[in-house]
């Protein structure tokens, strides 16, 4: 596709900590043919070098700086998350579009107000929900919806680390802990795989000494619903002996492995001698063995860990400039934050998701 000057989106980049400048400044870098960053604003001023030096932008030190630059269309919110509602409502009503970094609200309230801003401004409110474009993930999407390993019963997705920690994600009032550091993504991908059922919700979540603040350093968390899978999720890091991130169980077959590999085996039950269940004694009071016909593929994965984000702004990009559909929908986001919040106040109980008045 041809750009000129006046198709690049201009971005101004609101915080330039770990994810605003290495997930979304670097990434910006390089979609040179479809962004521009003509406006950065953190109250560090150390960290304004680096943009400016690959950039040549604007800095400044606070959010007004970019909701008073006219050029600016698309704020990238990417402050600490008890941030995130604030600045992206700011964002909104000074008529920018908004990208907010993941999680989207530390509340559905917070979620919901942000929504009704975009709505009333008219403008685009999207999250980094880049997960939802791995290379893992999209491959796994695929497999499950070849019917390859028959009817889905379980998908378990562990994220598992013995670490210490003592930055602000672990601080709870700033919006740190499993569920929003590692839950926007894999609560975020439990639902996508649950399709459009309403799922009940169990949560376990653990604050130990591994954490130096006070946010949960553990989380189980279980979504259930009628003709979908049970997902198993396990945020951590109190595991010891990580497991595979990915484990999925099929009546024709299963799925293990993690973003840089997959591999799954299934069969056809067509070459399956038929069997029927007998009363009588198994010979040699044995137990039941046959040899089964497994069809194996074991799959190498990009790495790339930028993969995701640049599919995030390549679709943002064809939105705003060619009308197509927006892949990230702040309504989609939502249940996540939905769920997170069920998660925060579990009481060891199963709930469900309360709907948007």
Known sequence: MHTTKDSLVRVGIDGLGRAGWHLHGETLADLPGEFTVVGVSDPLTERHRDPRERFGCRCGTSLDNLLEDDEIELVIVAVPTHLHAEHAIRALEAGKHVLVEKPMAHSLAEADRMIEAAEKAGRLLTVNQNYRFTPDFVT?????????LGRIILVRM???????????QTIKDLGGGQLNNAGAHAVDRALLLMG???PEVWCQTECTDLFAGDAESHAKILLRADEAPLIDIELTNVCAYPQDEWLVMGTQGGLSGSYAELRWRYLD???????????????????????????????DLSTDPS???RKVYLNLYATLREGKPLAVTAESVRRQIAVLEICRESDGQWRTLPSRA
């Open 140 to 148: 796994l999407q695929d497999v499950l919806a070849s019917g390859k």
């Open 158 to 168: 562990a994220w598992h680390a013995y670490s210490r920690r003592w930055d602000w």
């Open 196 to 198: 459009d059922a309403e």
């Open 269 to 299: 039950p067509d070459l399956l001698t038929p069997r029927q269940a007998r009363r009588e004694p198994t010979a040699a009071r044995s137990y039941n063995r046959e040899e089964l016909p497994w069809r194996e593929v074991v799959c």
């Open 307 to 309: 993969a995701g984000h």
